[in-house]
């Protein structure tokens, strides 16, 4: 697969099946193969195609930061994907979600970075936090348009990144107390409950270390990307699960607390 023409064809199709709600095979597995190069080739007409359709882009999502999930999925460094005004949306103007509109949605509970200027690679770890606005612990509700979550790298990466909704808990201030959520966020843990049962534990350690790491990687990957933007000023970026990706389905309540780290327990239920 090398003309820009099959290129379309793959963007046309995601955008299909991400509509109707419909899985589709793998491009991985199709004559010709697919590789993680051409997938970003699709990233910016899925863009054009949000856009197109009324959609605002609000950020990118953060994905497979957390190692134990590639040797299950066969990944080998983390992708990323876009977030629009479509899939954003505040955890506290969102008590239930419906899970009609996703393809085997799994639940990623996050930490989430407001930016309020743009990163750029050669930051200190000092000055890629003093870009940060705001961090928050939200969710991610990822799904996978191949069926049974099998599929390759560069799959996910046309497939946005597997998003579906991010849902941002309470924002908190990062100037206040710089230095200690640098410290907080290579260190803190959480504990994942469904329905009062503990599903999950982890914590920021699982994002390639710390999520402020994983905003660096992604700040890298955008430098030596010709054909996406880099961040700016005024995105969201979720910077990927600090537990395994767990399956959830309807009339299941979801809760998640942090230890080590001033954000509140955050919960949604789900229809």
């Known amino acids: 697969m090398t003309a820009q023409t099959d290129i379309e064809v793959v963007a046309k199709e995601v955008i299909a ?24 080739l699709v990233t910016p007409l899925l863009r054009a195609a949000f856009e197109a359709d009324g959609e605002r882009i609000t950020g990118r999502k953060v994905g497979f930061t957390n190692r134990k999930m590639w040797t299950e999925f066969g990944i080998r460094s983390p992708i ?29 509970p996050e930490i989430m970075f407001g930016l309020k200027a743009a990163p750029t690679p050669a930051m200190s770890d000092s000055a890629l936090v003093d870009c940060v606005e705001w961090v928050a612990l939200g969710y991610e509700i990822v799904q996978s348009i191949f069926p049974s979550w099998t599929f390759a790298a560069a ?12 849902l941002i ?59 996406n933007p880099p961040l700016r000023a005024g995105e969201s970026i979720s910077t990927g699960t600090l537990t395994l990706a767990m399956p959830i389905n309807p009339r299941e309540c979801w809760t998640t607390m942090a230890l080590g780290i001033p954000l509140e327990e955050i919960s949604i239920r789900f229809s």
């Not at 876009?82 to 509109?101: C, G, N």
């Not at 799959?155 to 991010?166: F, I, K, Q, Y």
């Not at 990687?217 to 430098?223: M, N, P, T």
């Open 80 to 108: 990323w994907g876009y977030t629009t005004s479509r899939t954003t949306f505040e955890l506290a103007d969102m008590q239930v979600l419906s899970l009609s509109e996703f393809s085997e949605p799994r639940i990623e």
């Open 155 to 166: 799959d996910t990466v046309a497939a946005n990144g597997l998003h579906g909704a991010l």
């Open 169 to 227: 808990g309470k924002r908190h201030a990062i100037a206040p107390r710089k230095a200690e959520w640098q410290r907080e966020l290579t260190k803190f843990e959480v504990d994942l409950y469904c329905n009062n049962k503990l599903m999950q534990s982890g914590g920021g350690a699982l994002v390639l270390g710390s999520p402020l790491v994983a905003l660096r990687h992604l700040v890298e990957l955008l430098a030596n990307d010709l054909h």
């Open 17 to 40: 099946s991400l509509s109707n709600h419909s899985q589709i095979r793998t491009f991985s597995s199709r004559p010709g193969g697919f590789t993680i190069e051409q997938a970003y």
